[in-house]
């Protein structure tokens, strides 16, 4: 399965990414993380260690363009995971990791090997029914309109209680619905209250929204201390848990 996750930058797609890396990895899973915002720091948060010194795919353009343009290409036929080669990607405690870095806007119809990559990766890996890949996108939508959405068998769209973010959601759903992404769902992230859910239920629609995540307070410990591990103790994990579960019953 191909998730790809979006919404306004700090509404919690990072934190959502690490969290159902690791959920559906102690579900036994095989989980492919992809950092796909410039900013990253998906890496930190899953653990990796120096994080700082893990090369980008961006930086690795000429061994990409090289190895697309031989013949036979890229992948192996009928690639899997497991053929990537491990040049691309890290891992950590079985969790794999590619980090794209940031990807120069050609306008549209951009070409750049890294997008061509992400495209590759997502289109051609055959996923056994045990495997996923998880996109962890940059806010916005221009990531959007480089084909790369069709790719994907899910979308989520991070939402907060708030009116911007909610606009954010209504500018990259019919988006991603245009480009034909299969499933399209908010995830409700930083709940404090019932108030916060019903604004939330009233201006989606219960149907729209994946699954409820309550505010932590565990994130001043968290973000102070660098020690993203705490979130695993976190009744966070427990709720991402469900929403876990809820993909693999899909
Ligand atoms: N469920 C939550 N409860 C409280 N704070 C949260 C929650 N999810 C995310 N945050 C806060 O929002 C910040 C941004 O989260 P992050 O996942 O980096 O957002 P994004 O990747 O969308 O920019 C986190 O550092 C954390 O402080
Ligand atoms: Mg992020």
Known sequence: MR?????KGGTGKTTLCALLSWNLKDLGKQVLAVDADPDTNLASILGFPEPEK???IVRMKELISERMEVRGGFFKLNPQISDIPEK???EYRGIKLIVMGTVESGGSGCVCPESTFLKRLLREIILRKDEFILVDFEAGVEHLGRGI???FD???IVVEPSQLSLES????SPLAEQLGVKRIFAVANKLKDGRERDFLLRNLGKEKIFGFLSYSQVFSQVNTSGNYEILREDKLYKEVKELAE???SD
């Open 246 to 248: 809820k993909l693999l």
């Open 54 to 56: 893990i090369v980008p």
């Open 3 to 7: 998730i790809g996750i979006a919404g």
């Open 154 to 156: 899910f979308l989520l």
């Open 169 to 172: 959601f209504k500018r990259i």
């Open 149 to 151: 959405a069709r790719e």
């Open 88 to 90: 691309f990607m890290q």
